[in-house]
Nanobody
Framework: QVQLVESGGGSVQPGESLRLSCAAT????????IGWFRQAPGKEREQVLC????????YYSDSVKGRFTPSRDSVKNIVYLQMDSLKPEDTGVYYC????????????WSQGTQVTVSS
C-alpha cells in the first residue's frame, strides 16, 4: 500500500519543541521532494517549506525560518520536521507531502497530525 504515515504531533507550551515524522510505504522517498504544510483553524492550508532530493530548501516560509528544520533518512524511508521555539501561531494540523518537484502538485499526502502550542 502506497502511503505516508505521519506521527509526532501533540500539545506543547510556547518555546518548546516537537519532531514530526512521515514514514513512506510502497515508494522510495529519496526520489521525491518533500513538502511540509500546515492548516491553522479557520485558515487555508499553507506550505511552510519544501526540501529537494539533494537536501536543499527550495521553499522556506519566513514564519518558520530558523526554527523548523527538515531532514530525511533514505535508509528508513522517513522524513522529519524538527520544530523548535514553537509559538502559539504555529498551532494547526501539519501535513507532509511527496512530489516530483516542489513546484508541482504533491503525489502523496500524509493524514496530518495536530500541533497545539499554548500556555
Amino acid at each position: 500500500q502506497v502511503q505516508l504515515v505521519e506521527s509526532g504531533g501533540g500539545s506543547v507550551q510556547p518555546g518548546e519543541s516537537l519532531r514530526l515524522s512521515c514514514a513512506a510505504t510502497g515508494f522510495p522517498l529519496r526520489y521525491y521532494e518533500i513538502g511540509w504544510f500546515r492548516q491553522a483553524p479557520g485558515k487555508e492550508r499553507e506550505q511552510v517549506l519544501c526540501l529537494s532530493q539533494s537536501g536543499r530548501l527550495t521553499y522556506y516560509s519566513d514564519s518558520v525560518k530558523g526554527r523548523f528544520t527538515p531532514s530525511r533518512d533514505s535508509v528508513k524511508n522517513i522524513v522529519y520536521l524538527q520544530m523548535d521555539s514553537l509559538k502559539p501561531e504555529d498551532t494547526g494540523v501539519y501535513y507532509c507531502s511527496a512530489e516530483k518537484s516542489c513546484t508541482t502538485v504533491p503525489d502523496y499526502w500524509s493524514q496530518g497530525t495536530q500541533v497545539t502550542v499554548s500556555s
